[in-house]
């Protein structure tokens, strides 16, 4: 069986897919407009290095509908909806699924009258519609029609690796032990008023993530807590000269640890150093790091916008507040701050609740289903190509 990805290669959503497929004997090939290499499948980058911004899914969608045909996939794949998807509609190719991940729902939509008769376009011809949390699901109907279902398959977590030194079977060193160390690389020394606590994130630095609320909210910590608090940020983006000026304006510039970049396999360590994990988006279709963060055994702060109030649940495995609120995100943090036995509390049920929720292997298999049920629809014949889960 071969399956078509139409969707980023970069993008850790976009690989551990393919991945997933292709490690279950399926014949993966990607169609990125972003070069990437993923193991186990073929990429096809298209589009060059022309900066043609959005305009080039127009662009070059006549060239990606000949490479799609050229491929004979038995099934097509796209991954994010008004890119992607919106190639996938034109090229005719079926069965056809279409998965939503965020902006390309709550935003894209509503940016034009055009954008929105783009989504209804690529809904209308998708055989299958995917979303990842209720929320999304619940806006997608929006604009799908009434026949057709939008299945809720979740960008899961796996749980062996995202997992508490205790789970892992690592030794543990207590949370309140540790020295947390600053970005001028020298350690933090608790205060007598109690061990140190390290807050953090791991995120795109970019306006919607909202980092500069986090920066404000652990400046007016630093002023209660001492040294005793610090905070880790991990990521790159546009916005990061800014966010460091923005530290460094606010006294806090070397209490702050800009990690950079990390690789999707080195988050789970990255976690595991971290107490309190705060996801202050302004939007976010889904909040896949909550998962994570959760997994990892650690209580969450985060904002209660788009789909986080699906993968946080306020008072039990974490606490919401509003968006772009610097002063209710640095009362929550406070508040976990100085209660270690309520980290202890919110961390071990978010485990459990992801565990319930969000383990990948179950997210895999409902769309392994979904493929099924698709190639038996068509042709009841073609179906036995498909060697999942051996």
Same mark, same amino acid.
Request: charged share 25%; hydrophobic share 40%.
């Given at each position: 069986?071969?399956?078509?990805? +139409?969707?980023?290669?970069?993008?850790?959503?976009?690989?551990?897919?393919?991945?997933?497929?292709?490690?279950?004997?399926?014949?993966?090939?990607?169609?990125?407009?972003?070069?990437?290499?993923?193991?186990?499948?073929?990429?096809?980058?298209? &589009? &060059?290095?022309?900066?043609?911004?959005?305009?080039?899914?127009?662009?070059?969608? !006549?060239?990606?509908?000949?490479?799609?045909?050229?491929?004979?996939?038995?099934?097509?794949?796209?991954?994010?909806?008004?890119?992607?998807?919106?190639?996938?509609?034109?090229?005719?190719? !079926?069965? +056809?699924?279409?998965?939503?991940?965020?902006?390309?729902?709550?935003? /894209?939509?509503?940016?034009?009258?055009?954008?929105?008769?783009?989504?209804?376009?690529?809904?209308?011809?998708?055989?299958?519609?995917?979303? $990842?949390?209720?929320?999304?699901?619940?806006?997608?109907?929006?604009?799908?029609?009434?026949?057709? !279902?939008?299945?809720?398959?979740?960008? &899961?977590?796996?749980?062996?690796?995202?997992?508490?030194?205790?789970?892992?079977?690592?030794?543990?060193? @207590?949370?309140?032990?540790?020295? @947390?160390?600053?970005?001028?690389?020298?350690?933090?020394?608790?205060?007598?008023?109690?061990?140190?606590?390290?807050?953090?994130?791991?995120?795109?630095?970019?306006?919607?993530?909202?980092?500069?609320?986090?920066? %404000?909210?652990? /400046?007016?910590?630093?002023?209660?807590?001492?040294?005793?608090?610090?905070?880790?940020?991990?990521?790159?983006?546009?916005?990061?000269?800014? +966010?460091?000026?923005?530290?460094?304006?606010?006294?806090?510039?070397?209490?702050?640890?800009?990690?950079?970049?990390?690789?999707?396999?080195?988050?789970?360590?990255?976690?595991? %150093?971290?107490?309190?994990?705060?996801?202050?988006?302004?939007? %976010?279709?889904?909040?896949?790091?909550?998962?994570?963060?959760?997994?990892?055994?650690? @209580?969450?702060?985060?904002?209660?916008?788009?789909?986080?109030?699906?993968?946080?649940?306020?008072?039990? $495995?974490?606490?919401?507040? @509003?968006?772009?609120?610097?002063?209710?995100?640095?009362?929550?943090?406070?508040?976990?701050?100085?209660?270690?036995?309520?980290?202890?509390?919110? &961390?071990?049920?978010?485990?459990?609740?992801?565990?319930?929720?969000?383990?990948?292997?179950?997210?895999?298999?409902?769309?392994?289903?979904?493929?099924?049920?698709?190639?038996?629809?068509?042709?009841?014949?073609?179906?036995?190509?498909?060697?999942?889960?051996?």
């Amino acid at each position: 069986m071969k399956v078509v990805y +139409l969707a980023d290669a970069p993008y850790p959503h976009t690989w551990r897919w393919v991945q997933h497929f292709a490690r279950s004997g399926v014949e993966c090939e990607v169609i990125s407009f972003r070069p990437a290499q993923i193991e186990g499948a073929r990429v096809h980058y298209v &589009g &060059g290095a022309e900066p043609l911004g959005k305009a080039r899914y127009l662009i070059h969608a !006549r060239r990606v509908r000949q490479l799609i045909e050229s491929l004979q996939p038995d099934l097509l794949h796209a991954l994010h909806l008004t890119s992607y998807g919106f190639l996938g509609a034109l090229s005719g190719v !079926r069965p +056809l699924v279409i998965s939503v991940w965020g902006t390309d729902v709550l935003e /894209a939509p509503r940016l034009t009258p055009f954008h929105g008769w783009l989504t209804r376009f690529a809904l209308r011809r998708a055989d299958a519609i995917t979303a $990842t949390g209720l929320h999304l699901a619940t806006e997608t109907t929006r604009y799908a029609p009434r026949s057709k !279902r939008v299945t809720v398959v979740p960008y &899961g977590v796996d749980l062996d690796r995202f997992a508490p030194e205790s789970v892992r079977g690592e030794p543990v060193e @207590p949370r309140a032990s540790r020295r @947390p160390s600053t970005s001028s690389g020298r350690t933090a020394t608790a205060s007598a008023e109690g061990a140190p606590v390290v807050i953090g994130t791991a995120a795109r630095l970019s306006p919607e993530k909202g980092i500069a609320y986090l920066i %404000e909210a652990f /400046a007016a910590l630093r002023r209660r807590f001492g040294e005793r608090l610090t905070l880790r940020l991990a990521g790159e983006g546009p916005e990061r000269q800014k +966010l460091e000026a923005l530290a460094r304006r606010l006294g806090v510039g070397d209490a702050v640890d800009f990690r950079g970049w990390l690789e999707h396999e080195e988050l789970p360590a990255f976690l595991r %150093e971290l107490d309190v994990f705060v996801l202050p988006s302004t939007a %976010e279709g889904f909040g896949v790091a909550a998962v994570e963060a959760s997994a990892t055994g650690l @209580p969450v702060v985060a904002t209660s916008v788009h789909g986080i109030p699906d993968v946080v649940r306020d008072s039990v $495995t974490g606490l919401l507040v @509003p968006a772009k609120d610097a002063t209710a995100l640095a009362t929550a943090i406070g508040r976990l701050a100085e209660d270690e036995e309520l980290r202890r509390r919110l &961390g071990a049920a978010g485990r459990e609740y992801v565990a319930q929720r969000y383990d990948w292997r179950r997210n895999a298999a409902q769309m392994e289903l979904i493929y099924r049920r698709l190639l038996e629809g068509r042709d009841g014949s073609r179906h036995a190509d498909l060697r999942m889960g051996a």
